[in-house]
């Protein structure tokens, strides 16, 4: 029996960090570990030029960082097809037919775009290959066949714009695409991870996110120094463990065994909190234990990277050898797409030949 398939991506622009480790590498590793699915992990480089066009250093430099972080999370060559997108012709082929099938009012009501085009002071000179980004996203997903589409919530808008491209190409030219689902976490504490800073949105200049390849000691800095319940000035004072940061984090990453390795007073997260609450537990001791839930996540992470740093041509081999099965592999999307739109004219008339 055919394996589902799985596509996912992000754009090589940074580092990832630990909110894109809750919100979807985790999930991507616990899928790659059942066995069960045939898993594409695309680097969207050419997505990333969308708001990068004039910065390319930035999107060059990062293709290999995101590959490390991939094989730092314990995703694995042998088991993924990591591929790099600017490499994939049919992807930029299919977006032309889907942009009939979106209207401009629809794209420009995405949810995503409308926060990032905000947030990118583009002001009134929006490129368009800004604003069409999800119909180019609904290319990567459907040139695969991809039936699941683990992501990060902030995605969501972007299946949804998918799942209406697929519906409406289903149904104008017959049943030729396949209806993605998105994969989100479990424990919505990990939707959207705030910043070390309390602030909804990690972001380098901020220097308020841990990474996945931080040192101990730059985990153990922000760790310790992450905003925290502003009231709670004394040990003995009540606290707040709502919108603090600290708890949020303990939320998304703790786990019962780590009260027993660490803090055995408490057996769980909830004692934990309703100490925090009642007063008489102190700030450093819950950042020193949230900084060794952080230290033994991220430390095997570390040594996988290493090994692969050391190792760069198996990375990129194992890059372009994905890359090379992908364009096979939507080619066959493309040319079915082609036909069922009717854009096939040779290989029609010399069928009749
Ligand atoms: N938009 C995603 C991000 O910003 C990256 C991406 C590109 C993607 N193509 C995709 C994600 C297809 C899932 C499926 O990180």
Redesign the pocket.
């Known amino acids: 029996m055919e394996k589902d398939i799985i ?5 090589p622009t940074g580092n990832l960090h630990i909110g894109h480790y809750v919100g979807s590498l985790k999930s991507r590793v616990e899928m790659q570990n059942s066995g069960k699915y045939e898993m594409f992990i ?1 680097i ?1 480089d050419v ?2 030029l969308t708001d990068n066009f004039d910065n390319v250093e930035k999107v060059k430099k990062n293709i290999l960082e995101v590959a490390l972080d991939y094989l730092a999370v314990g995703l694995e060559i042998d088991k993924v097809h990591f591929v790099l ?1 600017s490499y994939l012709p049919s992807i930029f082929e299919l977006p032309m037919y889907y942009a009939n099938l979106v209207t401009q009012s629809r794209l420009e009501r995405n949810p ?1 775009v409308k926060n990032e085009l905000k947030s990118k002071n583009f002001g009134k000179s929006v490129p368009v290959g800004f604003v069409n ?1 999800p119909i ?2 609904a290319a ?2 459907t040139a695969f066949m ?1 039936k699941y ?4 919530v ?2 969501l808008p ?2 949804e714009q998918t799942r209406e491209i697929v519906q409406s190409f289903n149904r104008i030219y017959g049943e030729t695409l396949v209806m993605p689902e998105v994969i989100l976490p479990k424990n919505e504490a990990c939707y959207r991870l705030v910043g070390t800073d309390g602030n909804a949105k990690m972001s380098k200049s901020l220097d308020n996110c841990i990474y996945l390849k931080d040192s101990e000691k730059e985990i153990e800095r922000k760790v310790m120094s992450m905003y925290t319940d502003p009231n709670h000035i004394n040990v003995n004072d009540k606290g707040s463990t709502k919108n603090n940061p600290v708890f949020i984090y303990l939320e998304a990453f703790s786990k019962d065994e780590d009260f027993a390795k660490y803090c055995p007073e408490y057996k769980n997260l909830d004692e934990m909190k309703a100490h925090y609450e009642r007063g008489g537990l102190g700030d450093v001791k819950v950042k020193r234990f949230l900084n060794n839930v952080l230290q033994d996540l991220i430390r095997p992470m570390r040594e996988r990277r290493k090994h692969y740093e050391e190792n760069i041509e198996e990375v990129i081999d194992a890059l372009e050898k994905g890359t090379k099965y992908a364009i096979d592999v939507t080619n066959k999307t493309l040319q079915k797409v082609r036909k069922a739109i009717g854009v096939d004219f040779f290989d029609r008339v010399k069928k009749k030949n």
Not at 7 to 11: A, C, S, V
Not at 149 to 152: A, M, R, S
Request: aromatic share 4%.
């Open positions: 596509l996912t991506g992000d754009r695309l969207a997505q990333a997108q995503t980004y180019s996203q990567d997903i991809a589409v683990p992501v990060g902030d995605q972007m299946i």
